[in-house]
Structures are given as C-alpha cells and as structure tokens.
C-alpha cells in the first residue's frame, strides 16, 4: 500500500494487495444488497407501527420493534460483512461466512408467520 493511501478502514486496506475490482465491485453490491434488506426491514417495522391491525397493541409494537432492531442489525452486519470479505480478498484467504443471515430469515420468518397468524 502506498505511503500516501488514506483508505478506510486502515485495518481493511493495509492487508495484502489489491484484488481485482471485479471482485471489489460484487462485494459493494453485496454489501448494498444487505442494506435495501436493512432498509426494507426498518419499513416494515414502521408500516407496522402504523397500520391498524386485529392483534394486541402489544403483540405489534413487539413485532414492530424486533423489524426495527433486525434492520439495524442486518445495516451494521451489512457493513462488517462487507469490510471481512475485502481483507479476506487483498490477503488471497476464504472469504468469511456470516451466520447472521439465518437469523435474520429465521425472524423474518417467525415474524411473517405471527402476523398471518393473529391477523
């Protein structure tokens, strides 16, 4: 890395040698991908919040704020996933799994399930 390239994250960057932005590019796509999931997500839960439903103010406001945290996770996961696979790449290594997607589908699911349930 030259002693001029002030890319962040350092820790991502300073790691091995350039890939091919072919690769570098589908990367950014994931990671943009994950956040119209975390984007979709956080709108569920606010359509949610928002729409009148036959279920308990409880059961929704609960629904509603586990979209909400699932997008901020699915946001923050997004961006570590992403950073992961870039070092993972500039040091010629596996690229990283990220068990976080089945719980995001596992809740999207559950939650999925709940509302045609009690609706």
């Known amino acids: 890395m030259p002693e001029h390239d002030q890319r962040w994250p350092g ?3 300073a790691a091995g040698d350039d890939p091919d ?14 956040i119209r999931t975390a984007l979709s997500l956080l709108a569920a839960g606010v359509a949610l919040n928002h729409i009148e439903l036959t279920i308990s103010p409880a059961v929704q406001s609960t629904l509603t704020s586990i ?14 996933r992403w950073a992961r696979a870039e ?11 990220l068990p976080i997607a089945l719980l995001l589908a596992a809740a999207v699911g559950l939650i999925g399930t ?3 349930t009690l609706a």
């Not at 072919?22 to 990671?31: L, P, Q």
């Not at 070092?87 to 799994?97: C, Q, S």
């Open 67 to 80: 979209l909400v945290l699932l997008g901020i996770l699915c946001a923050v996961a997004s961006w570590w």
């Open 87 to 97: 070092r993972a790449m500039r040091r010629h290594e596996r690229l990283p799994a």
């Open 21 to 34: 932005y072919r690769f570098s590019f589908a990367n950014e796509r994931t990671f943009l991908a994950w």
């Open 11 to 13: 820790w991502v960057y």
């Open 114 to 116: 709940v509302v045609l």
